[in-house]
T-cell receptor
Framework: GENVEQHPSTLSVQEGDSAVIKCTYSDSASNYFPWYKQELGKGPQLIID?????GEKKDQRIAVTLNKTAKHFSLHITETQPEDSAVYFC?????????????FGTGTRLTIIP | EAQVTQNPRYLITVTGKKLTVTCSQN?????MSWYRQDPGLGLRQIYYSMNVEVTDKGDVPEGYKVSRKEKRNFPLILESPSPNQTSLYFC???????????FGSGTQLSVL
């Protein structure tokens, strides 16, 4: 089955600096890669996603890059702000009929230092 | 308002006492799923459902049951809870598993 590894498990950055979280996946059939943000006491919320036919996607201060050959994808947050402090999860999914699978990474706790 | 509603939010029970955690969505989503969240282990999938009457095991299904008799509801059943099922549980729904998922607010379960 799919295995998603996420690094680092904790990350502290100074406010205004950039943060990068990296994930690797094992199943080359995976074709959808979302990132979720979980604030304290809440359920995860989708912040950005990318499909396998795209190498990079950007939404304001957040970007995701995908390297299908190396089977890794990364989340980039620029100009970090205190409200970016949260736990971030990557995931990999494939929707092939009879072999549907969505697997999450173990999470990264991001702390923004004011 | 589009939402996934889980109940209860907190639950303390004793070993062996059957319990059900309810999950309901109002977005007409076909895909629904249950996850447990444990420190250092992330979100692990328990069961998922691609549509009514279609359910399948995730990565950690032992000790759990689910049913999908109607599109909006996907209850999680623990027939005989044990202390190792103490965890934070999330229900999620989406149009498909490779689409945006909407998560409930979570159920913190403690089995004594």
């Amino acid at each position: 089955g799919e295995n998603v590894e996420q690094h680092p498990s904790t990350l502290s950055v100074q406010e205004g600096d950039s943060a990068v979280i990296k994930c690797t996946y094992s199943d080359s059939a995976s074709n959808y890669f979302p990132w979720y943000k979980q604030e304290l006491g809440k359920g995860p919320q989708l912040i950005i996603d990318i499909r396998s036919n795209v190498g990079e996607k950007k939404d304001q201060r957040i970007a995701v890059t995908l390297n299908k050959t190396a089977k890794h994808f990364s989340l980039h947050i620029t100009e970090t702000q205190p409200e970016d402090s949260a736990v971030y999860f990557c995931a990999a999914a494939q929707g092939s009929f009879g072999n549907e699978k969505l697997t999450f990474g173990t999470g990264t706790r991001l702390t923004i230092i004011p | 308002e589009a939402q996934v509603t889980q109940n209860p939010r907190y639950l303390i029970t004793v070993t062996g006492k059957k319990l059900t955690v309810t999950c309901s969505q109002n977005m007409n989503h076909e895909y629904m799923s249950w996850y447990r969240q444990d420190p250092g282990l992330g979100l692990r999938q328990i069961y998922y459902s691609m549509n009514v009457e279609v359910t399948d095991k995730g990565d950690v299904p032992e000790g759990y049951k689910v049913s999908r008799k109607e599109k909006r509801n996907f209850p999680l059943i623990l027939e005989s809870p044990s202390p190792n099922q103490t965890s934070l549980y999330f229900c999620a729904s989406g149009r498909d598993l490779d689409e945006k998922l909407f998560f409930g607010s979570g159920t913190q379960l403690s089995v004594l």
